[in-house]
T-cell receptor, first 112, second 115 residues
Framework: DAKTTQPTSMDCAEGRAANLPCNHSTISGNEYVYWYRQIHSQGPQYIIHGLKNNETNEMASLIITEDRKSSTLILPHATLRDTAVYYCIVRVAGKAGTALIFGKGTTLSVSS | EAGVAQSPRYKIIEKRQSVAFWCNPISGHATLYWYQQILGQGPKLLIQFQNNGVVDDSQLPKDRFSAERLKGVDSTLKIQPAKLEDSAVYLC?????????????FGSGTRLTVV
């Protein structure tokens, strides 16, 4: 699976949008981009995933560049409860055995 | 729906002892994963099951770790004998199928301390 590069940490003011970048310059055509987050002392939580098109759900938006070499996770109105480690993962489609491989992620700190 | 259940929540053992962790996935989820998360790192995949068969155990230290999912439902991960470096959170996750359009649901994990 392609590797990802994320900033180690980011800060965001409560109520503002949090934009978390991820570089995946070696991504292949059949690899999806996934985002998970892990709040302290909990297991990772699925946020969103996409292949080519931008995606939005009740938690966040995912913006994927046209060349698919980078993406941005957007939390539109960050709250203190969004403080967590955010993982960007690329994963091959369809094949059994292609489990999620986690890197170190970005630690997002939301403050009031 | 009920989440992924794991037990125990915490475990402290001495090195060279054995320990077992239990996981009950979401009902109907065919795919089950065990991850090891050392403090300050992202989760590392240990083993993946599809129903009761092993799909990927390439990262499992087989000299001391074993896992089974005999009836294709709940699963047990065992360490025997434990080493100090096995201190970590052991996370279980499940998904409906292994394909890309199925997200994982994780349990809260078992925190193992080896002293």
């Amino acid at each position: 699976d392609a590797k990802t590069t994320q900033p180690t940490s980011m800060d965001c003011a409560e109520g503002r949008a949090a934009n978390l970048p991820c570089n995946h310059s070696t991504i292949s055509g059949n690899e999806y981009v996934y985002w998970y987050r892990q709040i302290h002392s909990q297991g990772p939580q699925y946020i969103i995933h996409g292949l080519k098109n931008n995606e939005t759900n009740e938690m966040a938006s995912l913006i994927i560049t046209e060349d698919r070499k980078s993406s941005t996770l957007i939390l539109p109105h960050a709250t203190l409860r969004d403080t967590a480690v955010y993982y960007c993962i690329v994963r091959v489609a369809g094949k059994a055995g292609t489990a999620l491989i986690f890197g170190k992620g970005t630690t997002l700190s939301v403050s009031s | 729906e009920a989440g992924v259940a794991q037990s125990p929540r915490y475990k402290i053992i001495e090195k060279r002892q054995s320990v077992a962790f239990w996981c009950n996935p979401i009902s109907g989820h065919a795919t089950l994963y065990w991850y090891q998360q050392i403090l300050g790192q992202g989760p590392k995949l240990l083993i993946q099951f599809q129903n009761n068969g092993v799909v990927d155990d390439s990262q499992l230290p087989k000299d001391r770790f074993s896992a089974e999912r005999l009836k294709g439902v709940d699963s047990t991960l065992k360490i025997q004998p434990a080493k100090l470096e096995d201190s970590a959170v052991y996370l279980c996750a499940s998904s409906l199928e292994p394909g890309p359009n199925y997200g994982y649901t994780f349990g809260s994990g078992t925190r193992l301390t080896v002293v």
